[in-house]
């Protein structure tokens, strides 16, 4: 399977726990966009790389919200100490270039209990 | 602030039928727009885009409608299949920027 690859898939966490969430893009892309959607909407931006640098974030991405990309590849979404708002499924998506489509994993869906 | 929104929360249809599905955005600004489909606990899946030089693009069984001056988008479904029952959204962005805005989505039940 060579499209965008999340894990895990669920994640049941208690509140107040840290949760770590892994998006894998399509090789050859080099943007990397993180989205948090919750049920019956559509999905909303959180933050954007391309290669390594995080070059948007969206006043959504709380001081609780951190993401990375150190290589340029792989990047992981952390949220400390969750609340129970945070329950949503988080969709990671990439692209080649800022002017086509960008293409979206499975997602996370995180539950906070 | 800019926003999405679609006109019908859901569309029921026949199996054989076409189905047309609305989107209404806000953005003058925007200028490159996209469908996705997106079935039960899946990420939204790619069907068509459409950039703002352009009023039509199709695609196979599906075709996107851009009208500007009203700032109105469709997507046509020809033949529509039980397969294609799904949530579908309709998203924008503009050319120099980097974030896609969603819609609410509209589910479309396709009957046998």
């Known amino acids: 399977d060579t499209g965008v690859s999340q894990d895990p898939r669920h994640k049941i966490t208690k509140r107040g726990q840290n949760v770590t969430f892994r998006c894998d893009p399509i090789?050859?892309?080099?943007?990397l966009y993180w989205y948090r959607q919750t049920l019956g909407q559509g999905p909303e931006f959180l933050t954007y790389?391309?290669?390594?640098?995080?070059?948007?974030k969206s006043r959504l991405l709380s001081d609780r919200f951190s993401a990375e990309r150190p290589k340029g590849s792989f990047s992981t979404l952390e949220i400390q100490r969750t609340e129970q708002g945070d329950s949503a499924m988080y969709l990671c998506?990439?692209?080649?270039?800022?002017?086509?489509?960008?293409?979206f994993g499975q997602g996370t869906r995180l539950t906070v209990v | 602030g800019e926003s999405v929104g679609l006109h019908l929360p859901t569309l029921s249809v026949q199996e054989g039928d076409n189905s047309i599905i609305n989107c209404a955005y806000s953005?003058?600004?925007?200028?490159?727009f996209i469908w996705y489909k997106q079935e039960s606990g899946k990420g939204p899946q790619f069907i068509i885009d459409?950039?703002?030089?352009?009023d039509k693009r199709q695609g196979q069984r599906v075709t996107v409608l851009l009208n500007k001056t009203v700032k109105h988008l469709s997507l046509q479904i020809a033949a529509t299949q039980p397969g294609d029952s799904a949530v579908y959204f309709c998203?924008?962005?503009?050319?120099?920027?980097?974030?896609?805005?969603f819609g609410e989505g509209t589910q479309l039940t396709v009957n046998p």
């Open positions: 998506a990439s692209s080649p270039t800022v002017v086509t489509e960008a293409f």
């Open positions: 090789s050859e892309h080099n943007r």
């Open positions: 790389f391309q290669n390594e640098a995080q070059l948007e």
């Open positions: 953005n003058s600004a925007s200028d490159y």
């Open positions: 459409i950039r703002s030089n352009m």
């Open positions: 998203a924008e962005k503009e050319t120099s920027g980097s974030r896609l805005t």
